[in-house]
């Protein structure tokens, strides 16, 4: 009895590719997630941190990875409340302050040109949750896609 299996260097020339495949279209993928991340958030933040919502960078995409920037002095704060209430410079505010924002709030004195942020309100995590959901769906379609091109 003589057995033979024909198509072997096909199916390793397949499994040798396959990684390569995978890390490109995962790459690919990571970076839409991202993007859709990203317009979330530019959606969330709220619009009166001034230099935050400008703070949110694109979305940076490497040879293994993909990566949205978020510079701010008040990033923590917004969306943590990690020391509120706090002071806030008046140039930074967009939106007219209160007309008793001026006073004393929380045991913080009032301060020339400040106003006292009291409230915090989170952009990233929400942003990150409404996505999340998402997340299996793309993988799927990321490993389909990457045995599709591993046959090749």
């Known amino acids: 009895m003589k ?3 024909k198509g072997l260097s096909k199916v390793n020339n397949m499994v040798s590719k396959l990684p ?3 890390e ?4 690919a993928e990571a970076s839409n997630f991202l993007k859709n991340v990203r317009k979330r958030m530019l959606l ?3 619009v009166d941190t001034g ?3 400008s703070g949110i ?3 940076v995409k490497g040879k293994n990875y993909a990566r949205i920037t978020i510079q701010g002095k008040y990033l923590l704060r917004q969306e943590e409340g990690i020391g509120m209430p706090h002071y806030m410079l008046i140039s930074l505010v967009k939106q007219k302050p209160h007309p008793r924002a001026k006073q004393a709030a929380g045991g913080l004195p009032p301060k020339r040109g400040m106003v006292i942020a ?3 309100t989170p952009f990233v995590t929400p942003s990150l949750d409404s996505e999340i959901h998402k997340l299996p769906q793309m993988l799927q379609k990321v490993t389909k896609k990457a045995i599709a091109g591993a046959k090749r």
């Open 3 to 5: 057995l033979e299996i």
């Open 20 to 22: 390569q495949e995978l």
């Open 24 to 27: 490109f279209n995962t790459t």
């Open 44 to 46: 969330r933040v709220p």
């Open 51 to 53: 230099e935050l919502k």
């Open 57 to 59: 960078g694109n979305v």
């Open 118 to 120: 009291r409230r915090y």
